[in-house]
C-alpha cells in the first residue's frame, strides 16, 4: 500500500487549506484513515480520523475547524481546514490502516508527510 499526500502550503491565519491522500497499490481493504501531524521539537500527534464506516475522531484543537472525509470508491482521505492559526503549523502525515491482500493482517501505512505553514 502506497499513500501519496498532497494539498499543504503556506496561508494566511484565518486562511483554509485541503489536504488529500490517496491510497494505491495491492488493497484489500481499508479500515481507519486519518492524518497526524508534526511541528518542530513536538511529538506527532492524532488530528483527526475517519472508519470506514464514517466515524469521525478529532483533537480538541481542530474541532469546529477542520473535517475529514474520504471516498472509498478512490481510497482516499481528505482533510479540509479552516480558520487556520499559527499553531497548526506542522508536517501533516496521512495514515491508513489497510490490508494490502486476503492474507495479510491490519498494518499501519503511511504517506511522505506535507507541510503546512500558517503565517503572515
Known amino acids: 500500500v502506497q499513500l501519496q499526500a498532497s494539498g499543504g502550503g503556506l496561508v494566511q491565519p484565518g486562511g483554509s487549506l485541503r489536504l488529500s491522500c490517496a491510497a494505491s497499490?495491492?488493497?484489500?481493504?481499508?479500515?481507519?484513515m486519518g492524518w497526524y501531524r508534526q511541528a518542530p521539537g513536538k511529538q506527532r500527534e492524532l488530528v483527526a480520523a475517519i472508519t470506514s464506516g464514517g466515524s469521525t475522531n478529532y483533537a480538541d484543537s481542530v474541532k469546529g475547524r477542520f473535517t475529514i472525509s474520504r471516498d472509498n470508491a478512490k481510497n482516499t482521505v481528505y482533510l479540509q481546514m479552516n480558520s487556520l492559526k499559527p499553531e497548526d503549523t506542522a508536517v501533516y502525515y496521512c495514515n491508513v490502516q489497510a490490508r494490502g491482500t486476503f492474507y495479510d493482517v491490519l498494518s499501519d501505512y503511511w504517506g511522505q508527510g506535507t507541510q503546512v505553514t500558517v503565517s503572515s
Open positions: 497499490g495491492s488493497i484489500f481493504s481499508i479500515n481507519v
